[in-house]
């Protein structure tokens, strides 16, 4: 049996020339089925907004601050004649399949076989929530390719040059948190990477405290950089701290309120067998102990804060130390010969038909496509659509002559302010009857699906009357007809 097939305790060892161009080829074959799979219908909220602001139809942040600027970018560069969005969608796969290239050459780094880096990677870029979010429009593939770029910064920085080393990874360093702020939580095992970055290269490591003096201050002092670039970006300024958006309103959500059905549908399905590798290659001792401390660092302390946090989102919050969970998993034992291939092969394709049926079950009640598709069949190219869903997407990239009127804003107010569901109704009247019929009006009544499945019954139960109410007054104001779809029904004004 040859190192290969051992598991390969000597990680510089392990890394040839020949891994960059396999590396290359898996990255493009994740591109390819990524794009391939690329989701048409938007995911929640989230979706909505990002392709909202993407089109300049709203303001606001998201958790990823670069993601405007990013998605700015793939504008410039991605054809979008005949799809407007088409850029978010290809800045998703393009950031996890650069994920899944770097996950491949950090397990070889750490001194995983081919066999076993191939398997680790396959179970990382087939897993159900990297798949998902790959070919969904939001902001956490973005985020697995900032930690695949600072990842091959910091590993394959020349360490033979200290300061030119350093110089490069605190560049990078600010990547993980500008792209997402869960990066937070990864920041420690970072402080060991670089520590074995260096072992690798064979260059003298320091005393662990004598080197905390260093790359502590070093990375305190990126993230410092990183947190007020967000604020700044998010529009507070130039500062650790501010009292609006910030990354303080996001890390105020978390709470102690980890549950099983967290651990189970919120980690270890959205990532399969992935977990499971890993746990294997742990409990077996196959890496050598900096590769371990580091991958471990990188992955436990990110992994129970967000347990412990709880929030559900199909795993998307857990992918930034995915990256390290893979590079783990290559190391788990593989039987030799044809068994070990078979064995990387079925597992692949569990994994492949696990992560396939997470895109494939999609909700569909925030398809942009659709949505177009409804409105352009009742409205036509020219008109005024009046909307009371603040979860449908704009439809101005597709229809520039349709006036997307959201009144669920003016809604929401009313309802606080405690006035009748009647006035609501008078309000929306008044501004109809200033462009009819001088201008096509619809209704876009998909307000029937804004609560379901319903988070507060209650909320519903109130704002039912405001949706009955105006509904009431344009068929007795006007002569309508309506227009029946599962999830965008229109009532279009006749004139």
């Known amino acids: 049996m040859n190192a290969e097939e051992e598991g390969g305790r000597t990680p510089g060892a392990c890394l040839?020339?020949?891994?960059?161009?396999?590396?290359?080829?898996?990255?493009?074959?994740?591109?390819?089925?990524?794009?391939?799979?690329?989701?048409?219908?938007?995911?929640?909220?989230?979706?909505?907004?990002?392709?909202?602001?993407?089109?300049?139809?709203?303001?606001?942040?998201?958790?990823?601050?670069?993601?405007?600027?990013?998605?700015?970018?793939a504008g410039a560069l991605v054809p979008a004649e005949a799809d407007p969005i088409a850029p978010l969608k290809w800045l998703s796969a393009l950031g996890g399949a650069f994920g899944v290239a770097a996950t491949f050459l950090l397990a070889r780094a750490t001194g995983a076989p081919a066999r076993g880096a191939l398997l680790g990677t396959l179970l990382f870029a087939l897993a159900p929530a990297q798949w998902f979010f790959s070919t969904a429009i939001e902001t956490h593939a973005l985020h697995v390719g900032a930690v695949g770029l600072v990842v091959l910064v910091t590993v394959f920085a020349p360490w033979g040059r200290p300061p030119l080393a350093l110089a490069l990874v605190a560049l990078a360093f600010p990547l993980l948190f500008l792209t997402h702020m869960t990066a937070l939580f990864v920041v420690p095992g970072w402080f060991f990477l670089a520590r074995f970055a260096r072992a690798r290269r064979g260059q003298p490591v320091p005393p662990l405290a004598r080197d905390a003096l260093v790359l502590g201050p070093l990375f305190l002092a990126g993230l410092a950089f990183a947190v007020a670039c967000a604020n700044y970006l998010f529009g507070a300024g130039f500062r650790l701290f501010a009292a609006e958006e910030?990354?303080?309103?996001?890390?105020?959500?978390?709470?102690?309120?980890?549950?099983?059905?967290?651990?189970?549908?919120?980690?270890?399905?959205?990532?399969?067998?992935?977990?499971?590798?890993?746990?294997?290659?742990?409990?077996?001792?196959?890496?050598?102990?900096?590769?371990?401390?580091?991958?471990?660092?990188?992955?436990?302390?990110?992994?129970?804060?967000?347990?412990?946090?709880?929030?559900?989102?199909?795993?998307?919050?857990?992918?930034?130390?995915?990256?390290?969970?893979?590079?783990?998993?290559?190391?788990?034992?593989?039987?030799?010969?044809?068994?070990?291939?078979?064995?990387?092969?079925?597992?692949?394709?569990?994994?492949?038909?696990?992560?396939?049926?997470?895109?494939?079950?999609?909700?569909?009640?925030?398809?942009?496509?659709?949505?177009?598709?409804?409105?352009?069949?009742?409205?036509?190219?020219?008109?005024?659509?009046?909307?009371?869903?603040?979860?449908?997407?704009?439809?101005?990239?597709f229809l520039p002559g349709v006036f997307d009127y959201d009144a669920s804003e003016k809604l929401f107010e009313l309802h606080a302010g405690g006035q009748s569901p009647q006035e609501f109704a008078a309000f929306v009247?008044?501004?109809?009857?200033?462009?009819?019929?001088?201008?096509?009006?619809?209704?876009?009544?998909?307000?029937?699906?804004?609560?379901?499945?319903?988070?507060?019954?209650?909320?519903?139960?109130?704002?039912?009357?405001?949706?009955?109410?105006?509904?009431?007054?344009?068929?007795?104001?006007?002569?309508?007809?309506?227009?029946?779809?599962?999830?965008?029904?229109?009532?279009?004004?006749?004139?």
Not at 249 to 265: C, I, K, P, V
Not at 366 to 375: D, H, I, K, T, Y
Not at 436 to 465: G, I, K, N, T, W
Request: charged share 15%.
């Open 16 to 73: 040839r020339p020949a891994d960059a161009g396999w590396a290359v080829l898996i990255g493009v074959a994740a591109l390819l089925l990524y794009g391939a799979t690329l989701q048409e219908r938007l995911y929640g909220h989230d979706g909505v907004f990002l392709v909202n602001h993407f089109l300049g139809e709203t303001e606001g942040h998201s958790n990823s601050a670069l993601y405007a600027s990013a998605a700015a970018a």
């Open 429 to 495: 009247e008044g501004e109809v009857r200033k462009v009819f019929p001088q201008r096509a009006v619809a209704l876009d009544m998909s307000y029937r699906h804004l609560y379901e499945p319903p988070p507060s019954p209650e909320l519903v139960a109130a704002l039912e009357p405001y949706m009955a109410a105006l509904e009431d007054r344009l068929q007795a104001g006007f002569r309508t007809t309506y227009h029946p779809h599962p999830s965008w029904p229109v009532l279009v004004l006749e004139r």
């Open 246 to 397: 910030s990354p303080g309103r996001f890390l105020d959500q978390f709470a102690s309120r980890f549950t099983l059905d967290m651990f189970w549908g919120g980690w270890l399905l959205p990532l399969f067998l992935l977990p499971c590798a890993a746990a294997v290659s742990v409990a077996g001792r196959r890496l050598a102990r900096p590769a371990e401390v580091a991958l471990l660092w990188l992955v436990v302390p990110a992994i129970l804060v967000l347990l412990w946090a709880s929030i559900p989102e199909r795993g998307a919050y857990f992918l930034g130390s995915a990256t390290f969970l893979a590079a783990l998993a290559a190391h788990a034992p593989l039987p030799t010969g044809g068994r070990g291939w078979a064995l990387v092969a079925l597992a692949a394709a569990a994994q492949g038909i696990a992560g396939l049926g997470e895109v494939r079950r999609h909700d569909e009640l925030f398809s942009l496509r659709e949505r177009v598709e409804a409105v352009r069949s009742t409205l036509g190219e020219e008109g005024v659509l009046i909307t009371i869903n603040p979860s449908a997407p704009k439809t101005k990239g």
